[in-house]
């Protein structure tokens, strides 16, 4: 990270039918609402947790706003936390998802912070 790195945070949710988060980096403020598509609604809560996390921070990376940056991310699924600090799962979509976002931290320089809130 160099000095003028930017600091983010941002905070998502899902449910069966919607998806979407809220990221705050510098003084902007980033919005993301989707609809699941019939295959992802059938996917367990963990899996469409982890997808949230994985299509944000995916999209603000192509769009350039990730680069150098430090973020904090928090959620109310423990799976995610879980599988973001201990990365070896069985679950294959699970495990499929984490290697989307290592690659796009690599790639950003990113520095993530995955928070499990109550």
Do not use: P
């Not at 979407?20 to 809560?45: C, D, M, N, P």
């Not at 599988?83 to 679950?91: E, F």
Request: proline share 0%; glycine share 6%; charged share 25%.
């Amino acid at each position: 990270m160099t000095s003028t790195a930017s600091v983010g945070s941002g905070i998502g949710d899902t449910s069966k039918k919607d998806y979407g988060a809220t990221v705050h980096i510098g003084s902007k403020l980033h919005f993301r609402y989707r609809q699941w598509i019939s295959t992802a609604k059938e996917e367990s809560s963990n899996c469409r947790e982890l997808c949230n996390l994985v299509d944000t921070i995916e999209s603000l990376y192509s769009e350039g706003k990730l680069r150098d940056c430090e973020m904090f991310f928090f959620t109310d699924n423990i799976v995610t936390d879980y599988v973001y600090y201990k990365g070896s799962l069985s679950c294959k979509v699970l495990f499929d998802l984490m290697l989307r976002l290592r690659m796009v931290q690599q790639k950003g320089r990113l520095l993530l912070h995955v928070v499990h809130m109550m």
